[in-house]
């Protein structure tokens, strides 16, 4: 069982950077990670993954970066160039097994909200 907790979420202007942090309960050298979101009134979104090689939705590349700290079973989400339209709340999640590009990943943290003005 790994826990899965987000920080770093706020209010940021367009063109800005945040950066999310996503702690683990437990080792990750073994899990994939990734980061997914969900606006309101939307589905869940792939953004990125990473386990090994990394990978990014479409909407994030060339903004966004994942890296992971797996000394510190911690998992960062740099996003760069926000646009209002990345409003959403931001979910951590582990998977054994490698990356997936859809949401079939074993374990979710609670979110974190991130909102950009315009």
């Known amino acids: 069982q790994v826990q899965l907790v987000e920080s770093g979420g706020g209010l940021v202007q367009a063109g800005g950077s945040l950066r999310l942090s996503c702690a683990a309960s437990?080792?990750?050298?073994?899990?994939?990670m990734g980061w997914f979101r969900q606006a309101p009134g939307k589905e869940r979104e792939f953004v990125c993954s990473?386990?090994?090689?990394?990978y990014y939705g479409d909407s994030v590349k060339g903004r966004f970066t994942i890296s992971r700290d797996n000394a510190k079973n911690t998992v960062y989400l740099q996003m760069n160039s926000l646009k209002p339209e990345d409003t959403a709340v931001y979910y951590c999640?582990?998977?054994?097994?490698?990356?997936?590009?859809?949401?079939?990943?074993?374990?979710w943290g609670q979110g974190t909200q991130v909102t950009v003005s315009s």
């Open positions: 999640a582990a998977r054994k097994g490698g990356v997936r590009l859809d949401d079939r990943y074993d374990y």
């Open positions: 437990g080792r990750i050298s073994s899990y994939a």
């Open positions: 990473s386990y090994g090689s990394r």
